[in-house]
């Protein structure tokens, strides 16, 4: 399929929307990710989004630690309650690594995907995205719809007001809400609020 | 928010915005899906794995996987199995959910928050180990290794325990399966007989099956159950003490609807009647008991009317019990129990019920107790070291506190030594696979004894009622992610083999670990590498302990593996009584420690007027609170209704289905509520319930507050004299219905 730049600038959103999931480090999450970031939402007409964000981090002491609290309490064991574990099975079959799972692996597969030995589970949102990520290098724009209806969107609709309602730190909600945004389809109807 | 826009548009600016941004600059993290060169494979296809060995609960059933993708569809039992076959039961299918439950640890978590309202934070492994291997070691350098105590429980806990005990050298190490469950048992019958009873009755060729207490159908391990059933179908008459009509009092021929608390005097009137009449086994008792004229005079008192007053039971009953016994001895089936730490005066008790199988000459006989002969296997653990007394608890100038304590040391002694710091400190916990919280009476005390830590760490796969009390906190990987653990056993191939086959089934994987569960001798091992122990590490990873085991049979995991995850070999018959088997009807020994010589039934508190009086047991689905949290579990039994009867119901205006909380003889109030089920089955003194509901952890996303948790309500610690171990049944209750107190009627 021919790669326009196009293809090319959705790829490097869905990539960086990934890397947005990915748990805080400061590693990556650093001085220039956030300009990246900041200029970003300005282009989406959303810079005092970015500024709400760059306030919060400005005032804590160890910003960082911060948001892996957050990350924590948000995708993995939190207290009292986890909030949204970032995993389709868990939404679709209250379950880590059920059937959604498989289903998620094997549309991978059939469009000569597979995973890396390194890899989360293959429902991993991160991962979702980066395979939108390069179906989009690959300007394969039906494939890209038809994983965002059947597979991504069934469950990222019940994900999404989980975290940004429940979530106490603006670049979670931020990120969901572009993410969110960036795999809806229009004529969608509103999601359903699902309290976890 | 402002980007609250449509695909379509946000598409249409993409070009845009990725123009104008940098994205490309950003450290990105190595994807994890990747284009595959070769032509893309369908489906992986069906796998089945062998080697899985169940640890829904503790009896090991063997298991294979059915395996799709990597992914865990379907436990079945191996039918390799001589021992559960292909059997499991609802807890070892649900495994599979405990695999996958979506609560489950994933990764190191440390508390930046405070014990019992933690805030959790995902650190590395590297963070995590350093933190754990730092803090314990400060500890042992300012307190001794004494300053550490241990809570460990189930497989993966034995080689942690091993090396706290054994390298670091701290006697503080309380199990749950002694100290709070069979340890009472096992040291009992070790007294009297030299053995651990294990749960070895003969109960498929017996004549009677004589239960005290034992609610089998509730309480499910399936060869056992098996066996119980095969016994019953070949006509064995049942016989069962119970307070409540229990799964087995239903199936039974005698139902004794003992009084709770009363069951030694119940057994020393069978036991007197028995010697009186001159129906015990005269043979036996002279070869292979000691004490007899001893132990005759100690239990002449007990005459059937006076046991009948005592224990609230017909005279008649008791005698008819007596003569079902002598009729059928030696094959009578009198069986040792599991979870016998009720009263606080237990050990006398199961000494009673030692002494009863030898009386009726029922020890390695068709029908009777039968250890059976399994394969030897040697051990590999952490090697033993000499660590003096001088900081045992259990030891007073020079004496043991309770002498006939199961290993490790008696939880009450650890408990009231971290809280009061005499006659030491102990500043550091290690829970590994137990919840303290919920298996150990008085849960303020243990709240306490946390609050009183320097430092706390915890490994488990769930979160649990302890977890929230740690600050460092390990995810393991599950018994279906690991090696480990070897059942080793006796079965039949077929049903009417003359001799056993042996069988040997260690533990292998039936899935990879998830996310970044690790196993025991990973995190072991790297805390002893930091807290100086590097050169006593006997094994460098699982594999190789469980290797370095079987190697003691000649066998490798790769041999067993081979053979369909089972090796057999020829077994031999646990029938014939050895020689030297003797059973101490009065104990010289038990007498020099200064405690009864010849079993004695000693009262317990009467119930309190207006109160009953609180029991307790298993559920056929559930193994106490670890499988609270677990989803098909919980659909078949979303709460543990408290047994009421019928008539004290009708008086306090009860109905069936009613919802209701507790408030204890101490003041303690459950946290949530249950239903009422109204019967007939359960005496006007007492309330019954299942164990290991209403977790107070809001992390346990299914479990939590569904059902009353019993552990909440055991304020008032009753303790074993002989063993240390806990009565938990001494604890009083009454109900409450919308905020009004009901008194219970006499
Ligand atoms: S009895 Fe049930 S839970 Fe226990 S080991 Fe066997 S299958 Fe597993």
Redesign the pocket.
């Known amino acids: 399929m021919p790669k326009s730049a196009t293809n090319q600038h959705i790829a490097s959103l869905y990539h960086f929307l990934a890397q947005c999931m990915h748990y805080p480090d400061p590693q990556w999450m650093n001085e220039d990710f956030f300009n990246i970031l900041y200029q970003l939402l300005e282009t989406l007409g959303a810079a005092s989004e970015g500024k709400e964000i760059e306030n919060t981090l400005a005032q804590s002491s160890d910003p960082i630690e911060e948001l892996q609290i957050e990350y924590t309490r948000l995708f993995i064991n939190g207290f009292p309650h986890v909030v949204a574990p970032p995993y389709a099975s868990v939404y679709m079959d209250q379950s880590i690594q059920g059937g959604f799972a498989l289903k998620t692996l094997n549309f991978y597969r059939a469009k000569g995907f597979l995973m890396e030995e390194s890899a989360d589970l293959p429902d991993n949102l991160i991962h979702e995205l980066e395979f939108l990520s390069l179906l989009a290098e690959e300007a394969d724009f039906e494939g890209e719809e038809e994983f965002l209806s059947t597979l991504f969107r069934p469950w990222y609709k019940q994900f999404c007001p989980r975290v940004a309602q429940e979530t106490r730190h603006p670049f979670y909600r931020m990120v969901v809400t572009l993410i969110d945004s960036f795999t809806k389809e229009e004529e969608e109807d509103g999601f359903q609020l699902n309290k976890a | 928010m402002a980007f609250n826009l449509t695909r379509r548009k946000f598409l249409q600016t993409a070009s845009l915005v990725a123009a104008a941004v940098p994205l490309s600059k950003v450290a990105y993290a190595q994807p994890g899906v990747a284009k595959v060169s070769l032509e893309p494979k369908g489906t992986m296809g069906d796998t089945t794995v062998v080697g899985g060995l169940?640890?829904?609960?503790?009896?090991?059933?063997q298991l294979i996987g059915k395996v799709r993708d990597g992914q865990l569809m379907k436990l079945e039992g191996n039918p390799k199995s001589i021992d559960?076959g292909t059997s499991?039961?609802a807890?070892?299918n649900a495994?599979v959910k405990l695999l996958y439950d979506v609560d489950r640890l994933k990764y190191p978590l440390k508390n930046v928050g405070q014990r019992g309202a933690p805030i959790w934070k995902r650190i590395s492994w590297q963070e995590a180990l350093d933190e754990c291997g730092s803090k314990l070691k400060a500890i042992v350098e300012k307190h001794g290794p004494q300053g550490i105590c241990v809570f460990p429980h189930g497989a993966s806990a034995k080689y942690p325990m091993h090396y706290f005990e054994r390298t670091v050298g701290t006697h503080n190490v309380s199990e749950a399966s002694f100290f709070q469950c069979r340890g009472i048992r096992d040291v009992a019958y070790v007294a009297t007989t030299g053995k651990a009873p294990g749960e070895f009755v003969d109960m498929a060729n017996t004549k009677v099956i004589f239960l005290i207490g034992s609610h089998l159908g509730e309480n499910?391990?399936?060869s056992h159950i098996k066996a119980y059933i095969k016994g019953l179908q070949n006509g064995a008459k049942l016989v069962v003490a119970d307070p409540r009509y229990s799964a087995a009092a239903a199936k039974s021929d005698i139902w004794v609807q003992i009084k709770p608390g009363t069951d030694t005097a119940y057994l020393l009137a069978i036991m007197n009647y028995l010697v009186t009449n001159k129906k015990y086994d005269k043979k036996f008792v002279a070869e292979h008991t000691a004490g007899f004229d001893k132990f005759s005079a100690a239990i002449s008192e007990w005459t059937l009317d006076k046991a009948a007053k005592e224990c609230d039971i017909p005279a008649a009953q008791i005698k008819e019990v007596a003569e079902l016994l002598a009729a059928n001895a030696p094959h009578v089936a009198i069986h040792p129990g599991r979870h016998v730490s009720w009263y606080g005066n237990d050990f006398q008790r199961e000494r009673a019920l030692a002494c009863l199988t030898g009386i009726l000459g029922a020890y390695y006989v068709k029908g009777g107790w039968v250890p059976p002969k399994n394969p030897k296997l040697g051990k590999t653990s952490w090697a033993q070291q000499e660590h003096g007394d001088e900081h045992n608890l259990n030891v007073s100038h020079d004496k043991k506190v309770h002498p006939f304590n199961p290993p490790g040391t008696p939880t009450e002694l650890i408990r009231d030594c971290a809280i009061s710091g005499k006659p030491y400190p102990i500043k550091g916990c290690v829970i590994w696979g137990q919840n303290p919280m919920q298996t150990i009476p008085n849960q303020e005390k243990m709240k306490q004894v946390f609050k009183a830590m320097d430092f706390v760490m915890c490994v488990d796969v769930m979160p649990t009622d302890a977890t929230m009390w740690a600050d460092i906190l390990l995810p393991e990987s599950s018994y279906l992610e690991r090696h480990d653990e070897i059942k080793a056993g006796t079965g039949r191939i077929k049903a009417d083999d003359k001799e056993p086959t042996q069988f040997i089934a260690p533990r292998m994987p039936l899935v990879a670990p998830m996310f970044e569960r690790k196993d025991q001798v990973y995190i072991t091992n790297e805390i002893a590498k930091r807290m100086g122990h590097a050169k006593d590490i006997p094994v460098q990873t699982l594999e190789e302990l469980v290797d370095k085991t079987l190697a003691t049979a000649n066998i490798t995991l790769a041999s067993v593996k081979a053979e369909g995850g089972i090796h057999l070999q020829p077994g031999q018959s646990g029938y014939g009584v050895p020689e030297d088997f003797m059973v101490q009807l009065f104990s010289e020994e038990i007498a020099a420690a200064g405690f009864p010589g010849a079993p004695t039934y000693i009262a317990i508190e009467e119930v309190p007027a207006g109160f009953a009086r609180l029991l307790y047991g298993r559920a056929p689905v559930h193994?106490f609170n670890r499988s609270q949290n677990n989803v098909w579990l919980n659909q078949q039994m979303p709460d543990n209704p408290v047994w009421l009867n019928d008539e004290v119901a009708a008086k306090i205006g009860l109905k069936d289905g009613d919802i209701v909380g507790f408030i204890n003889s101490e003041g303690v109030r459950s946290r949530t509520t249950t239903t009422v089920k109204v019967t007939p089955g359960i005496r006007k003194d007492a309330v019954y319930m299942y164990h290991g509901y209403g977790s107070a952890n809001p992390l346990m996303s299914t479990g939590v507050g569904k059902g009353v948790d019993d552990t909440s309500l055991i304020t008032k610690i009753a303790i074993d004299p002989e063993s240390g171990c806990h009565g938990m049944r001494n604890n009083f209750v009454k109900l409450t219905k919308d905020g009004k107190v009901l008194d219970i009627p006499a």
Do not use: L, P
């Open positions: 169940c640890e829904m609960c503790f009896w090991r059933c559960n499991i039961c807890r070892g495994g499910i391990h399936v193994t």
